[in-house]
């Protein structure tokens, strides 16, 4: 047996914990979207009490993503990056939910992941979780859209 599933399931224990450690600071309850195979977590890292302005920029390759797509945070939280498209947020990626190097992709609420597993994503670098927000936003991809 492959150790994989133990890690699926250490990751979603992780992933919950971390969702009801915010949660428990912000006024709205997360709800999961029936049928959509994600954990819907706070839309905004501002919602953390993160800071208003960001001080990093980290712009994304052109040719990948197109014109003016950046990652965007801050000095003191390295570890939650806002996806900039064109100047707007179009969702973030975070590192460590995992307990080690894994970066996953949030776009309109919710981690990006395999609906059949209900796991998150894990991506090695935060540009590679930026691709994975950057698809499902040009393919306007929503949770409550049905396939």
């Given at each position: 047996m492959s150790p994989a599933p133990a890690a699926e399931r250490r990751l979603r224990g992780l992933v919950d914990q971390r969702l009801a450690q915010q949660s428990a600071g912000t006024r709205e309850t997360p709800v999961p979207a029936p049928g959509t195979g994600t954990v819907t977590v706070p839309r905004d890292p501002l919602l953390r009490g993160l800071p208003r302005g960001?001080?990093?920029?980290?712009?994304?390759?052109?040719?990948?993503?197109?014109?003016?797509?950046?990652?965007?945070?801050?000095?003191?939280?390295?570890?939650?990056?806002?996806?900039?498209?064109?100047?707007?947020?179009?969702?973030?990626?975070?590192?460590?939910?995992?307990?080690g190097d894994g970066w996953v992709a949030v776009h309109d609420g919710y981690f990006l992941g395999d609906p059949a597993t209900q796991q998150a994503a894990l991506h090695?670098?935060?540009?590679?979780?930026?691709?994975?927000?950057?698809?499902?936003?040009?393919?306007?991809?929503?949770?409550?859209q049905s396939a």
């Open positions: 960001m001080d990093v920029r980290i712009p994304l390759d052109e040719r990948v993503f197109g014109y003016d797509w950046a990652l965007a945070g801050w000095t003191v939280q390295p570890d939650v990056l806002v996806v900039l498209g064109e100047g707007h947020q179009v969702g973030w990626v975070e590192h460590g939910l995992d307990g090695t670098t935060p540009e590679l979780a930026a691709q994975a927000i950057h698809h499902a936003h040009i393919h306007d991809l929503r949770a409550g």
